[in-house]
């Protein structure tokens, strides 16, 4: 980008401005990758460290009672939307996301360290469920912030290809949680990761979030300098006709990615009957397709535009479900439960390919954070992150097939919400933001990361 008005950038200029987008986006992203690596170590290790918390009552108990806390962590994100969505709107970006992982750090570490119920009996859940709640405070944060960044940073056209990388990086954590716990399972015995393997995926966690703290350290500013009334209610206020829509089909979008990725582990041990080393053998290679498309997804709605892409997710959604749980629970081939995972996971791709983009430009710089933060904190936290806790309840009343009905009615609403969503082409608030373009021109500070 020149310094002259009214002179074209060089080609220089643009190719440099291109990198140092680039750079910004895998500093903030390698963050993000962190801090969901983290927060899912604990689904994915749950069914070796259940018992060491809550060693009354069989499998499904002690997991429904670890489900309950993880629903927990979930419950903190609204309170982390809005503190470091405040945060990043009145202070800046990178002071929120820098920060988050701090905090992400911190829990992480704790849970490595807990004692058990052996150890200090009723006080070892206690302790589990505070460090539980410190890391939902620090994902809330995390999501509306980083979605955020990378919304703005990303190149004007090529918005939804850039955004991407956020659930890129989000997948990625679940993946790298997936990935430790088959080596583990192939390093250590049963006997072993109950006793403590399991604590060896914090302590990996606590010490990659370092690294990530480091990077996003040299992240250029990207909120704007007028911030009267920035990151406030009374501001979000005006936009609330936004937000409720946001909510409306993130509630849908979260539900029925955690239903497919989360909870999908245990369903295929609890249900499908599948051994735990071929269940996690299985969600780890769909969660690597599943973080591969994303791009293409992402890239898909440069072109056809986000609204396109929120009919997609939601309509395909709501047809899919049903059918798709109950050929999964019913199958014992693990090919087939690959494919018909990845099957549904490819509809819900739709969304998550642009979800902190579509989210990002329906709100103004002043509540963008405030906005996307809080809307999918909310949403996610109601319906997202209790999956697990109400798809075990139905399952331990018998009534199992209920929940599929209860994403899809979610779905549904999902739809509807898509269709009165502002189209972002003619409503959007990022394109032409100078406060973006003022943080990454060509002598800007991004220069000096």
Known sequence: MSDSIGIAPSAEDVAAD??????????????????????????????????????????????????????????????????????????????????????????????????????????????????????????????????????????????????????????????????????????????????????????????????????????????????????????????????????????????????????????????AHFDKGTASRTMTAVLLVYMLVQPAFGALSDRIGRKANMLLYSGLGTLMVVPLMTAIGATQDPYVAFGLITLGLLAVSFYTGISGIVKAELFPTKVRALGVGLSYALANATFGGTAEYVALWFKEAGMESSFFWYVTILLAIAFVASLIMPNPKVHGYLDGDGTVEEALGAKGRLARA
Not at 42 to 51: D, K, Q, R, T
Not at 81 to 105: E, K, N, P, Y
Not at 188 to 193: D, K, V
Request: with cysteine.
């Open 18 to 271: 291109r990198r140092r987008r680039i750079k910004a986006i895998v500093a903030s992203s390698s963050g993000n990758l962190v801090e969901w690596y983290d927060f899912y170590c604990y689904a994915f290790f749950a069914i070796y460290f259940a018992s060491s918390f809550f060693p009354k009552g069989d499998s499904t108990s002690q997991l429904l009672q670890t489900a309950g806390i993880f629903a927990v962590g979930f419950f903190m994100r609204p309170i982390g939307g809005w503190l470091f969505g405040r945060i990043a709107d009145r202070v800046g970006r990178r002071t929120s996301m820098v920060i988050s992982v701090m905090m992400m750090c911190v829990g992480s570490l704790f849970i490595g360290l807990l004692p058990t119920y052996e150890t200090v009996g009723a006080a070892a859940p206690v302790l589990l469920l505070l460090a539980r709640m410190l890391q939902g405070l620090s994902v809330g944060g995390e999501y509306g912030t980083s979605a955020t960044y990378m919304s703005e940073v990303a190149l004007k056209g090529q918005r939804g290809f850039f955004a991407s990388f956020q659930y890129v990086t989000l997948i990625g954590g679940q993946l790298l949680a997936s990935l430790v716990l088959i080596v583990l399972q192939f390093a250590m015995t049963e006997a072993q990761l109950h006793s403590y393997g399991w604590r060896i995926p914090f302590f990996i966690g606590a010490g990659a979030a370092v690294v990530a703290l480091y990077l996003r350290r040299s992240l250029a500013e990207t909120a704007g300098s007028d911030k009267e009334n920035a990151g406030t209610f009374s501001e979000l206020a005006k936009h609330w006709r936004a937000f409720c829509v946001v909510l409306a089909y993130t509630a849908g979008g979260s539900l029925v990615f955690y239903t497919f990725t989360t909870y999908m582990q245990k369903y295929l041990v609890n249900t």
